[in-house]
């Protein structure tokens, strides 16, 4: 259906060198009405030449080839006017040509996606992934569990505990003195005179002492 709309890439090289005839042809009309509108300039130049030698009837000659010529002119682009709308629709044919094959292209991608990928595959995948999320699951529960002495521990029983243990402290600590605060220092006046200590008068056992040290020096 798309190839009778569209048509076939033999149909899609002929348009691209219909449009390269085209861009000929107005190439062509253009350098022709360069070529028209210098004439009916020069014209209108000799008119005046003309009209400077009082010779009327030759200057009516020459504005009678510049209408001709203008009038080619405006022949001319009418020509190009239609030439630029046909390769407007050329151009927009050749795109929906391009973006109909692209779809169909991806459609055909699409399919092929779709016939390696089963239904029944894709069940049978997410199955697998359900219940191997529900084994780790179950073995990290199963190694989170306490095993030995640990398991035997009453849960209940150590939070009793530990409240009992927090009790205790903030009892302790609102039982304990306050703290008492140091004296203030005692200021002495820089002009009081220390007292000097009292010599200590030597016994007569300090005398054995040093005499008992000089001996064995000797």
């Known amino acids: 259906m798309f ?5 076939k890439p033999k149909e899609q090289t002929n348009a691209l060198a219909t449009l390269d005839k085209l861009n000929e042809t107005l190439e062509m009309l253009e350098k ?13 130049e000799k008119a005046k030449e003309f009209t400077r030698a009082k010779n009327k009837r030759a200057a009516i000659q020459c504005l009678k080839r510049k209408r001709l010529y203008e009038q080619q002119v405006e022949q001319l682009g009418n020509f190009q006017l239609r030439i630029h709308d046909q390769m407007i ?13 692209a779809l169909r292209t991806g459609a055909a991608a699409m399919k092929a996606m779709q016939k390696a990928t089963n239904i029944d ?8 992934i359900n219940e191997q999320t529900e084994n780790m699951k179950q073995i990290q529960e199963a190694l989170s569990t306490p095993i030995g002495a640990a398991a035997d521990f009453d849960e209940d ?3 009793a505990e ?3 243990l927090e009790g205790a402290e903030l009892e302790e600590q609102l039982l304990q003195p306050a703290t008492t605060t140091p004296a203030a220092p005692v200021h002495v006046p820089s002009h009081a005179t220390a007292t000097r200590p009292a010599p200590v008068k030597p016994n007569a056992e300090d005398d054995e002492l040093a005499a008992l040290q000089a001996e064995m020096a000797m």
Do not use: C, P, Q, W
């Open 3 to 7: 190839s009778r709309i569209f048509g």
């Open 32 to 44: 022709k009405e360069k070529v028209l509108l210098k004439k009916a300039a020069a014209e209108v």
């Open 162 to 164: 530990l409240e009992e």
């Open 121 to 128: 595959d894709v069940d049978k995948t997410m199955d697998e």
């Open 157 to 159: 029983e150590l939070e």
């Open 89 to 101: 629709m050329l151009e927009g044919a050749k795109a929906t040509t391009e973006t109909v094959d």
